[in-house]
């Protein structure tokens, strides 16, 4: 059984195996701070900025531009 703290700390900064799944739909990890944290993906001539937090995600689509330049 797992303990209160655990479960907390897995509420707050989300399970290894829920990372990894967004990483393959959301793209690269780009940073990460106090639980919330930013994908990067191209898709096409689109660069998508994702960003996840306990509270909720935003994706930003940008149009025409290269991720790269981005960077």
């Known amino acids: 059984m797992t303990n209160s703290i655990d479960k907390l700390l897995a509420a707050a900064l ?4 829920q990372k990894v799944a967004e990483a393959e739909q959301l ?6 701070v106090a639980g919330t944290r ?6 096409g001539d689109t660069a998508v900025l994702t ?3 306990p509270r909720g995600s935003l994706a930003y689509e940008i149009v025409g531009i290269d991720l790269a330049d981005l960077r």
């Open 38 to 43: 930013c994908y990067a993906a191209q898709r």
């Open 51 to 53: 960003l996840v937090s």
């Open 14 to 17: 989300g399970h290894a195996g």
């Open 27 to 32: 793209g690269r990890l780009e940073w990460k």
